[in-house]
């Protein structure tokens, strides 16, 4: 029996050893630190006046760094739900200043729709390279095994970023980690046309929506968020990111949906009276400019720096700023 042990460890130490030397290196790596924008999450600044959480319209739409004069963080993701940005904001509200101002979106797939399983899993996952369990758990759930393969030991579902990593370990350029560091995109027409068909498909697969429960379930979601940021003493702030004409084209063909839309936007403003909403979705500046986005809902990085002025101009104008830097430290 002693001597199918020490086999057996032979066998076994060897194998660790060399998963132990893989792991160090690909956490090490600019593929793993690229992952998914998380990277971000260990330079959260103190002091911040101006955020912004939610879903890629948050996180790609907004280039803070022509506002040097305002600390900033984006603490958007893709997909991000308002469950997600609530755990956000309470692992890092020691960070964020008084009267600082909170942005988030509302987007035409959080109204009545609900992820499906799958999605959900597949995007709980990174939550685990930088969000405490405590918080994780009240906004989703937490595994154990989950943990382990996405966290403590990556490099067992590292996949093809396994195979880079054996052919050149530091390719990926540093400026490539943030997601603002690739060249300025936009598509033709056509391939703008077929992106917003799929996309309006996607947001309106029948199998996800869910009337009036998805309905209650989005808003309730919202108000935790929005009740948090006024119980700690921030400033939310509510805004739709531009959405090009051929996407919006499909929804107003759509009966009603614009009518559940804004009714949803309506009902929080209503149990909300003095927040601010800034509606981007049909603005003349952006929608009909299709060079300064990337896809049919999302901004390039041009169009990020123009909306970023523009919002932080709305919420200067509306004097909301002005509370962020006259607060202090909390």
Known sequence: MKKLFAKL?????????ILFILNY????????????????????PDKI???????????????????PEYITFNFGLPAQDHSHSYALLKQFLSHINKNAVVLIPISYFEIVRRSPADEVKIRRVRYYRFLKRKYMKEADDWKLLEYI????????????????????PFDIPAE??????????????????EYARKK??????????????????????????????KEHSLIPVLYTAPITDILNAHFDRTDGFFDTFYRFVDELQKKYPDIKYFDYSHNADFSPNHEIFF????LNRDGAKLFTARIVQDLREAKLLEQALISGER
């Open 49 to 67: 006046e101006l955020a912004n959480v939610g879903s890629s319209h948050g996180q790609i739409n907004l280039f803070y760094a022509d506002f």
């Open 149 to 168: 393969l996405y966290s403590a030991v990556p490099i067992l579902t590292a996949k093809e970023n396994m195979l880079n990593l054996y052919k050149s």
């Open 295 to 298: 896809d049919s809902d999302h």
């Open 176 to 193: 490539k980690i943030n997601i603002f560091g690739g060249e300025i995109i936009h598509h033709t027409e056509d391939e703008l046309k």
């Open 200 to 229: 309006y498909e996607y947001w309106t697969d029948p199998q996800y929506e869910k009337g009036e429960e998805g309905f209650s379930y989005n808003f309730n979601a919202a108000c935790k968020l929005i009740d948090f940021c």
């Open 25 to 44: 290196f690909y956490i090490k790596s600019n593929y793993w630190k690229a992952k998914d924008d998380i990277y971000k999450f260990n330079f959260v």
């Open 9 to 17: 460890l032979l066998l076994v130490l060897p194998i660790a050893g």
